[in-house]
């Protein structure tokens, strides 16, 4: 376990940043390209677990990516993403993306997904970082769920790996 203090989950939450689409972010049907919303939740994961750990971060893994329904041209995305839990040197970042109609604000949830970040030392070596303090009833949520989740992603592994000898 870590001797760093915990850290409120609020302190490296990202709520709401905007993403006006424009055509060059469409693909057929004129609806946003799902590869460009993934990359941008990637890089804003980063900079959550980035505040969290005051470490460099590296992405480790990309679970349940789930598209709820298209972003379309003209829609603004409003992405909100924080830190879930924290284990040894990983976090667990989840993402929300709405899209959001600038001309009437009605919003519709897009997106879900967990990303996993490892933190690291000026080696490139795993680091502890600080643990997740939950301070609200939906924060605690997202605290136990992602032990649920960190759980079946240990049990796959486990389960791949003998497979595989």
């Not at 060059?24 to 959550?48: E, H, P, Q, S, W």
């Not at 600038?102 to 600080?130: C, M, N, W």
């Not at 303090?133 to 389960?159: H, S, V, W, Y």
């Amino acid at each position: 376990m870590t001797d760093k203090p915990a850290k409120p989950v609020a302190a490296s939450a990202i709520e709401k940043h905007v993403y006006k689409v424009f055509p060059n972010d469409m693909k057929a049907y004129n609806t946003v390209f799902g590869g460009m919303i993934m990359a941008k939740c990637d890089r804003l994961a980063l900079v959550v677990a980035e505040r969290h750990s005051a470490h460099v971060c590296v992405t480790a893994a990309v679970d349940s990516i789930h598209f709820r329904a298209p972003a379309k041209g003209n829609d603004t995305l409003l992405f909100s993403l924080s830190l879930n839990r924290s284990w040894g040197s990983s976090m667990e970042i989840g993402a929300k993306v709405e899209a959001e109609n600038s001309y009437t604000g009605e919003t519709r949830h897009i997106l879900s997904a967990f990303f996993t970040f490892v933190a690291l030392d000026e080696q490139g070596k795993p680091v502890d970082v600080p643990a997740a303090m939950p301070e609200t009833p939906e924060q605690q949520r997202r605290f136990d769920n992602a032990e649920i989740r960190r759980a079946g992603r240990l049990k796959t592994r486990e389960e791949l790996s003998r497979a595989n000898r």
